[in-house]
């Protein structure tokens, strides 16, 4: 039994047209940034299966306001769950059975749980008047429901359901008291206290009330409250006041229970109060997976001398990573995911931080942010490709690698570590702090992109690729071109806007001749360079004719060069004296440039030929992000911004404008 589907409607940030989650993992991870509704969707499942009224008593400020609009005579809220069943849930379907439906003859069977609340104005009440209603709805999805169709869950079915919340700030001395509700209470009144253990257990509370009695003071203490006492009441009933322990009440005791370690290295054991930040946070967490893994043992171990306890527990946990090093928050999320794999337990926690989304698996991904100018949570999911696809392992691992992009105002995507190096130098020159700005650099490569660009949609994170032309090399230049529109009009761009020429628009069959258009005119080069400024509309940008590092290389030749050390670099033959091996260099550099045996480079000239030498020297044949690094520490801002590439200018240019910050248009 565990929840498959979560809807809000008009609850906080949620409005009336609300979200729906579709949990099919059993630990499911929301993230996303500060206030984003991560808490008020774990909120609203306290709302329906809450352990105190406090939980679950809706209040004004539970209903959903619009930015524009105007005061309102009364408002509506909905959260519903749907549950699923496994075959071998005897006794959970035992008690659901009646209020069971199903989509389609032979479909598997589900409850939806409702929670209807209703806020009306009024003269009286300052805060107005709630009401609120809990219902099984025993109609599928997509039926037409009746007033009938609602029937209210009696408490005994929905206390069978139950919530563990985990705040982000944790305070493991006082959830670990015994208080009404809590899993520590729930584990322990499954224990049948034996008559001669509540027998045993009344003695020796005597025995140590008389232990009490004997000493001096205390009879002073004890005298004393009762001189005042009987100045204060007559009642006969309560005449004598007693200090001690009560030795029927063994429960009371119990609610002193506390953890302590040893060794301590001190005088006395430590108390959990006595642990850092960190190790409180670690031991809550340890608590309450060690109460469901007991409970559990119990339940499989269930006797008559055992109470009945809940269905489902869902263990929701809000920033696991507070106070804990990086180094253990694998132990955490492990810990949590053997939690979620019990067969009556669910795990839902909250995070904004990279270092969980690594850990979690990309299905169980829930991404929320706000919508920026209705105010109003907006709830995606990752559509990964198909398992089989090597796509998936591809864009799987992207996402454990780059966790940051699902935090990220913008996703600066690139080819590789080039372009990281190269913009984290540019971003101090323009004065645009990819930190400050909430900018993540992914550095994803070309080859699945089209897989990083749906998935950035689907989140709704606007994202710049550069990418490289790679003319000349397998696949590159009209190549390039073609690949990113196919994928542009996958992802849903209109396709005859993406193959309008100056003749009309393309045709499939020309569309599909691209690959073998020409590249071997300066009006050739006029016309790819047309498609690569068309495609900027699009947030995509090309380093050409090559790559990222042949573009740098040019515009920054000396600093290039000066990488390289004394008596160092390639051998060259001298031109003029040596003319057959200084041809045999430059017919081997341009094979290893263009990565091909047949290259012989017809799309460049001889000068760029003969450049392929240094090329092959500075990233072929040595580490190029060393190369990068070395060469561009040796420019300073005023250097870069008065020799950049235009390229660049035009890709932070377009970062400067959809963060709408100033910048000059072009």
């Known amino acids: 039994m565990h929840i498959s589907k979560l809807i809000i409607k008009g609850f906080r940030s949620y409005d009336p047209i609300g979200v729906d989650l579709n949990i099919s993992e059993s630990l499911a991870a929301f993230i996303g940034i500060n206030s984003s509704g991560k808490s008020s969707a774990i909120d609203a499942l306290r709302k329906l299966f809450g352990n105190s009224p406090y939980e679950k008593e809706l209040v004004r400020e539970d209903f959903h306001i619009s930015p524009d609009e105007e005061a309102m005579d ?26 069971m439906v199903i989509d389609v003859e032979g479909g598997k069977p589900y409850i939806r749980i409702r929670l209807e609340g209703n806020w009306t104005k009024s003269d009286v009440l300052e805060s107005g008047v709630i009401e609120s209603k809990l219902y099984f709805i025993k109609v599928a999805y997509g039926e037409d429901e009746e007033e009938e169709s609602k029937v209210n869950c009696p408490n005994h079915l929905k206390s069978l359901i139950q919530i563990i919340y985990v705040p982000a700030i944790r305070n493991p001395s006082e959830q670990l008291r015994y208080s009404a509700g809590s899993i520590f209470h729930r584990v322990l009144r499954k224990i049948q206290w034996s008559e001669d253990f509540k027998d045993t257990f009344a003695d020796k509370i005597e025995e140590i009330n008389a232990m009490f009695e004997g000493i001096n003071e205390f009879k002073t203490i004890s005298k004393s409250i009762n001189t005042f006492w009987k100045k204060f009441h007559n009642d006969k009933r309560y005449e004598e006041a007693e200090l001690g322990f009560t030795s029927s009440d063994y429960e009371a005791t119990l609610k002193k229970l506390e953890v302590s370690f040893d060794p301590s290295g001190l005088h006395r054991p430590y108390k959990v109060g006595d642990l850092g930040e960190g190790y409180r946070s670690i031991f809550y967490i340890t608590l309450v997976c060690a109460l469901l893994d007991v409970e559990e043992e119990i339940r499989k171990k269930s006797d008559e001398t055992v109470t009945t306890g809940p269905l489902l527990t869902i263990l929701a946990l809000e920033e696991p990573e507070n106070h804990i090093a990086p180094q253990l928050l694998g132990r955490v999320v492990n810990n949590l995911y053997k939690i979620s794999e019990k067969q009556q337990s669910q795990v839902i926690i909250s995070s904004h931080t990279p270092s969980i989304i690594k850990r979690v698996k990309p299905e169980a991904i829930y991404h929320f942010r706000v919508h920026p100018s209705l105010y109003k949570t907006i709830v995606s999911r990752v559509k990964l490709p198909k398992k089989s696809d090597e796509a998936y392992k591809y864009v799987k691992e992207a996402v454990h690698n780059y966790p940051e992009i699902y935090f990220a105002k913008l996703v600066v995507i690139g080819e590789g570590d080039s372009e990281e190096i190269l913009f984290n130098k ?102 790819i360079r047309k498609w690569c400024k068309f495609l900027t509309k699009y947030n995509l940008y090309y380093s050409k004719p090559l790559d990222l590092d042949w573009l740098l290389f040019n515009y920054f030749k000396q600093s290039y060069l000066g990488t390289i050390p004394t008596n160092g670099g390639p ?12 041809n045999l260099k430059v017919y081997t550099a341009v094979k290893a440039t263009l990565k091909s045996e047949k290259a012989i480079g017809e ?9 392929m030498i240094y090329y092959n020297y500075l990233f072929l044949g040595r580490g190029k992000p060393s190369t990068h690094i070395q060469a561009l520490a040796s420019l300073d801002n005023e250097e870069i911004l008065n020799n950049t590439p235009p390229l660049f200018k035009s890709i932070f240019n377009k970062i400067l404008k959809i963060l709408e910050l100033p910048h000059e248009d072009n």
């Open 74 to 99: 009364s408002k509506i809220l909905c959260i519903e769950v749907s549950l699923n069943f496994e075959e071998d849930e005897e006794d959970a379907i035992a008690h659901y059975f009646s209020h």
């Open 426 to 527: 540019l971003s101090s020159a323009f004065n645009t702090n990819f930190d400050d700005n909430v900018i993540t650099f992914a550095p994803l490569g070309h080859r699945f992109v089209n897989h990083i660009w749906r998935l950035l949609k689907q989140l709704d994170i606007p994202y710049i690729t550069l990418l490289d032309l790679d003319i000349g090399r397998e696949g590159g230049g009209w190549g390039r071109i073609k690949y990113a529109i196919d994928q542009l009009i996958v992802l849903g761009e209109d396709k005859n806007t993406l193959l309008e020429t100056d003749g009309g628009i393309l045709s499939d069959q020309d569309f599909l001749g691209m690959l073998e258009w020409s590249l071997k005119s300066e009006e050739d080069y006029k016309n």
């Open 571 to 582: 051998r060259i033959p001298d031109k003029e004296t040596d003319t057959e091996n200084f």
């Open 603 to 611: 799309f460049y000239s001889e000068s760029q030929k003969e450049q």
